[in-house]
Nanobody
Framework: QVQLVESGGGLVQAGGSLRLSCAAS????????MGWFRQAPGKEREFVAAINWSATSTYYADSVKGRFTISRDNAKTTVYLQMNSLKPEDTAVYYC????????????????WGQGTQVTVSS
């Protein structure tokens, strides 16, 4: 089992920044690729970003490319999502997830999920 706990969400004005954190515990952190997903009210959960176990490879949704940065600190068993130039359409509950071996943009392939953290961007 892997337990994931997100933090860092909140209310921010358009153009502002937030950094989300996801602390992992349980099984060996480096066995897992990590992803961030988000879900807005009335919409399906969508992929945001992912990172491989060694932090040498990342992947982003087109909607956040150039604005968001995913990173991980394996010594701290934590993955981060730095969000800059936030837009009202970024408002959602953000979830981190863990997947054995290779990362994916498909939520169905992730094995473990956090409880989510709310991000609200005001215009």
């Amino acid at each position: 089992q892997v337990q994931l706990v997100e933090s860092g969400g909140g209310l921010v004005q358009a153009g502002g920044s937030l950094r989300l954190s996801c602390a992992a515990s349980g099984r060996t952190f480096t066995n897992y690729a990590m992803g961030w997903f988000r879900q807005a009210p009335g919409k399906e959960r969508e992929f945001v970003a992912a990172i491989n176990w060694s932090a040498t490879s990342t992947y982003y949704a087109d909607s956040v490319k150039g604005r968001f940065t995913i990173s991980r600190d394996n010594a701290k068993t934590t993955v981060y999502l730095q969000m800059n130039s936030l837009k009202p359409e970024d408002t959602a509950v953000y979830y981190c997830a863990a997947k054995a071996f290779f990362f994916s943009a498909s939520s169905k392939e992730y094995d473990y999920w956090g409880q989510g953290t709310q991000v609200t961007v005001s215009s």
